[in-house]
């Protein structure tokens, strides 16, 4: 029973344009949120959270949103660079971060 | 240096076998976690310790076992390795209270024949 689900395998955007991936939930417990980036032969790296209590949270070129109605939160990306190029999961818990329950990943492609 | 340590990288062995795999943190934190990675599947957590005397289970433990040496050291165990243990294997730690982002090692990747 999949908690967290990135629907979109992959993901192919031009450079310079918006890069949006897509995460659904299922789980009404969750109240932390978190997306990390994954490199090939490296693990996962922390990119940018949010708390339940908020909406939107923004870090540089990169802001998830989350839409607590629709249990849904995205990772938008502004402007999209060659090196963002990456899998994304997004990850959530209910427990501070104490488990984290991950999606399948989307493998995004910048390309130039 | 890597402040997560996963030894070793990438391991080939055979059904049967007992396998051990490693990880060593200079992060101080005082929470480890053993996660598998499948194609499609994302990350599934098979253990977790919060502390040397706290080890819990986490989603898919069984098969598998943990040692928490120490603070720092903290050890996934095959007793008796199947091919559908083949994966890519990460460490990672985590702070204590609050919402805190858990930090990750390479992987090992460990392919059972």
């Known amino acids: 029973d999949q908690q967290v689900k990135q629907n979109s395998p992959s993901l192919s955007v031009q450079e310079g344009r918006i890069s949006i991936l897509n995460c659904d939930y299922t789980?009404?417990?969750?109240?932390?949120f978190l997306w990390y980036k994954k490199y090939p032969a490296e693990g996962p790296t922390f990119l940018i959270s949010i708390s339940s209590i908020k909406d939107k949270n923004e870090d540089g070129r990169f802001t998830v949103f989350l839409n607590k109605s629709a249990k849904h939160l995205s990772l938008h990306i502004v402007p999209s660079q060659p090196g963002d190029s990456a899998v994304y999961f997004c990850?959530?818990?209910?427990?501070?971060?104490?488990?984290?329950?991950f999606g399948q990943g989307t493998r995004l492609t910048i390309n130039p | 240096d890597a402040d997560v340590t996963q030894t070793p990288r990438n391991r080939i062995t055979k059904t049967g076998k007992r396998i051990m795999l490693e990880c060593s943190q200079t992060k101080g934190h005082d929470r480890m976690y053993w996660y598998r990675q499948d194609p499609g599947l994302g990350l599934r957590l098979i253990y977790y310790s919060f502390d040397v005397k706290d080890i819990n289970k986490g989603e898919i433990s069984d098969g598998y076992s943990v040692s928490r040496q120490a603070q720092a050291k903290f050890s996934l165990s095959l007793e008796s390795a199947i091919p559908n243990q083949t994966a890519l294997y990460f460490c990672a730690t985590g702070r204590d209270g609050g919402n805190q982002p858990q930090h990750f090692g390479d992987g090992t990747r460990l392919s059972i024949l």
């Open positions: 990850a959530a818990s209910g427990q501070g971060a104490q488990k984290l329950v």
């Open positions: 789980n009404s417990m969750f109240d932390y």
